[in-house]
């Protein structure tokens, strides 16, 4: 089984700030990692796939980088609502799908 | 716009059998290359994939839970069914079902809303 491991668990940041969430795979999924945002009481949305294609109607200030197993969401700017807890997926290696534990992001 | 429902128990017995099923509008359950699966969360917790469905020949499930998963599928109704067997505590958890692509395109583009179901006597 392919072992996600996400950090920091809680990320606190100002509105308008730069966010970075990273995500380690326990070996190679080359680049199927996607990137998930969940608020309180919703399903997740899918956000990012292939590592760093944004998901349709997502807006450019989330964007998704890979480097070997290490893999990054970056939030440009934060908005409101952008406050939610994010989740990598490896979808190279299954079965299991396996996803990270999470990041949340709150406002600082 | 395709849609996802589940609808099943909200309640199950320790030791029963958890049966939910997924019902898919706006779309076609047969439409290809797609899978449909269920993934689930404890209350508080992260996410945990279940098992995913193509055909009734082509399944797939997590060896986490021992072989204590059925999926099936009915095209002609347009729906895909979970069973989980001998639960305990363990099994309560929002559980979704979605909707992913084939190897190499298996992130999920379509969740449902998810439904809670609680193991308990």
């Known amino acids: 089984e392919t072992i996600m491991t996400q950090s920091p668990a809680t990320l606190s940041v100002s509105a308008g700030e730069r966010a970075t969430l990273s995500c380690r795979a326990s070996?190679?999924?080359?680049?199927?990692l996607a990137w998930y945002q969940q608020k309180p009481g919703q399903a997740p949305r899918l956000l990012i796939y292939?590592?760093?294609t944004r998901a349709t109607g997502i807006p450019a200030r989330f964007s998704g980088s890979a480097s070997g197993t290490e893999f990054t969401l970056t939030i440009s700017s934060l908005q409101p609502e952008d406050f939610a807890v994010y989740y990598c997926?490896?979808?190279?290696?299954?079965?299991?799908?396996?996803f990270g534990q999470g990041t949340k992001v709150e406002i600082k | 716009h395709l849609q996802l429902q589940e609808s099943g128990p909200g309640l199950v017995r320790p030791s029963e059998t958890l049966s939910l099923t997924c019902t898919v509008s706006?779309?076609?359950?047969?439409?290809?290359?797609?899978?449909w699966g269920w993934i689930r969360q404890p209350p508080g917790k992260g996410l945990e994939w279940i098992g995913s469905?193509?055909?009734?020949?082509?399944?797939y499930d997590n060896p986490s839970l021992k072989s204590r998963v059925t999926l099936s599928i009915d095209k002609s109704k347009n729906q895909f069914s979970l069973k989980l067997n001998s639960v305990t505590a363990a099994d309560t958890a929002v559980y979704y079902c979605?909707?992913?692509?084939?190897?190499?395109?298996?992130?999920?583009?379509?969740w449902g809303q998810g439904t809670l179901v609680t193991v308990s006597s």
């Open positions: 979605a909707r992913h692509g084939a190897r190499g395109y298996s992130y999920v583009d379509y």
């Open positions: 706006g779309g076609s359950i047969s439409s290809s290359p797609y899978y």
């Open positions: 469905i193509y055909s009734s020949e082509n399944t």
């Open positions: 070996q190679s999924v080359s680049r199927n």
């Open positions: 292939g590592a760093s």
């Open positions: 997926q490896q979808y190279n290696n299954w079965p299991p799908v396996t």
